[in-house]
């Protein structure tokens, strides 16, 4: 078999990356380990940016997306009592950000492969990559594919970045002494808009899916287990860390799925070796914080299909050379900003008072210097795309 990029995974940055190609008459071989099921109800990422739902609907998979996803002009930031909106229409006016559940994009982009022809492959055993310096292929499941090119979007356990010789990649990465319980609930949301809240008890977000389904992340130990939460002891620990302000109230519901999440910054440099490039959580992942993961892996896809366009194309590989350096840019723009969010909003060590008075007064600054919230309110919403 033989295909021109050979694309190890269907997350969002696999699927895609195909779609992508398909439209330039690229042709492309997805393959996958998990069940088409499994990727299609695993809960992730809710909020999108201006430049992520453009792009999507430029690739003709946003039709549900516009119908459905809500589109969100601000969000709350609420520590000491008081809640304090950070106003994107006045602040960044014209840019939004659009929540819409992860799995949903996913389900729309199979969708759409499936529709064209496209071949993705789900539980797909064994991939393993051969040879990314040159002649790149890639086995699975006692069959060889032989590719031009092989795109690693296999997240970060995947083993597209781990084929890669040693002391080729260099790795930066970021531990936080904290992970976060992730609750999706049947109920509908108790406020418009998402809260991110900073307490004495730690951090809490209350997000959403739908008018009937809510999301909410409790900041819990970093070897926290679900079974330590039970439903009753997660709305306890939902209520005291949101109903903080005066007069609002949380409206509990059935919890419908509950997962504990490592909280970590991590980035390879390079993204690529020869002719395997990695994109998405593969080579980066972020503190889900500043809600950059997905759209980092939408960004990344955006500039390696013009580079893989050129290179079919005239067999140019001036882009593709140039594919790392023209991601990482937005990518440690993205660290940096999810870093700082995680560490405005939650709690560290107890006896740090000095650096408990630092995050109060940051926190003052930026609901009340719209110089400080500007800088919030663009990089949430998403600087903007190259090309
Ligand atoms: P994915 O989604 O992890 O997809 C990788 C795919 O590769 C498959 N795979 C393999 N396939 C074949 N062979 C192998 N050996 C393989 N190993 C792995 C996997 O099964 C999977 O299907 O990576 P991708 O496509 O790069 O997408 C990245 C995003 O999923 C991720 O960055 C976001 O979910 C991060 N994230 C958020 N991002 C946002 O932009 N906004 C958010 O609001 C946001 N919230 C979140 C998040 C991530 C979270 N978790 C659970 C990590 C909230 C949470 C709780
Ligand atoms: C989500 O809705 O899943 C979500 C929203 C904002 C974040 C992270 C996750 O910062």
Partial sequence: MRTQVGIIGAGPAGLLLSHLL?????????????????????????????GTVDTLVAAGVGGRLLREGLSHHGIELRYGGAGHRIPFEKLVPGRAITVYGQQ???????????????????????VAVHSPGDRPYLT????????????GCDGFHGVSRPSVPP???????????????????????????????RTERGFALHSMRTPEISRFYLQVPPDAGEAEWPDERIWAELKARLETVPGFTLTTGEIIEKG???????????????????????????????AK???????????????????????S????DGYSGACLKRVWRAQHFSWWMTTLLHTFDSDD????????????????????????????????LEG
């Fill in 260 to 290: 504990v999440t490592p909280m970590r910054g991590f980035v390879t440099e390079p993204m690529q070796y020869g002719r395997l490039y990695l994109a998405g959580d593969a080579a980066h992942i972020v503190p889900p914080t500043g």
């Fill in 104 to 126: 949903e994009v996913v389900k729309d982009l199979i969708a759409a492969r499936l529709e064209a022809g496209g071949d993705v492959r789900f539980e797909v055993e064994d």
């Fill in 22 to 50: 398909h439209l330039r008459g690229i042709s492309s071989v997805v393959l996958e380990k998990r069940s088409r099921d499994y990727v299609e109800r695993r809960v992730r990422a809710g909020v999108l940016e201006q």
């Fill in 317 to 320: 590989t001036e882009l593709l």
């Fill in 167 to 197: 002391g080729v990649l260099r790795t930066y990465e970021r531990d936080y002494p904290f992970a976060w319980l992730g609750i999706l609930a049947r109920v509908a949301p108790s406020s418009e808009e998402l809260i991110y809240a």
């Fill in 353 to 384: 008072d000095y650096g408990r008075k630092l995050q109060l007064s940051y926190l003052d600054y930026v609901t009340s210097s719209d110089a400080a919230a500007t800088t919030l309110a663009e990089n949430y919403v998403g600087l903007p």
């Fill in 140 to 151: 699975f499941g006692g069959e060889r594919l032989d590719c031009d090119v092989i795109a």
């Fill in 293 to 315: 993961g997905l759209n980092l892996a939408v960004a990344d896809v955006r500039v390696l299909t013009e580079a893989l366009a050129a290179f079919f194309r005239d067999g």
